[in-house]
């Protein structure tokens, strides 16, 4: 079994409460759980307006085809235009 986990750092520009923050995180989230069948969670950042540390998690037995799925989520939040990816990291576990 492999656990993928893909981090990214967020920012939200038009963001100007922590309500509007969450409204376009909740949107987000339910996106790519619907697109993509995996786990998201916001994970840091959680009292900054515009910011925010999305965690996404894939389970597979292959890694090849986790590292594909996250590889799509991140190009996904790439061209969302309510976001601008910051920056993002992948783990395996």
Same mark, same amino acid.
């Given at each position: 079994?492999? @656990? *993928?986990?893909?981090? @990214? ?5 038009e #963001? %100007? ?12 989230? =339910?996106r790519?759980r619907?697109?993509? %069948?995996? #786990?998201v #969670? ?7 307006w515009?910011?925010a ?5 894939? @389970?597979?037995?292959? *890694?090849?085809f986790t *590292? ?10 790439? %061209?969302?235009?309510? @976001?601008?990816?910051? =920056? &993002?990291?992948?783990? &395996?576990l």
């Amino acid at each position: 079994m492999i @656990v *993928g986990v893909l981090v @990214v750092d967020i920012y939200i520009p038009e #963001s %100007n409460s922590l309500k509007e923050k969450r409204s376009v995180l909740k949107r987000l989230k =339910d996106r790519i759980r619907n697109k993509f %069948n995996v #786990s998201v #969670s916001e994970i840091d950042e959680h009292d900054i307006w515009r910011r925010a540390r999305i965690g996404v998690a894939h @389970v597979s037995s292959n *890694g090849k085809f986790t *590292g594909q799925e996250l590889q799509k989520v991140a190009k996904f939040l790439e %061209n969302d235009f309510q @976001v601008e990816v910051l =920056d &993002y990291e992948m783990r &395996y576990l």
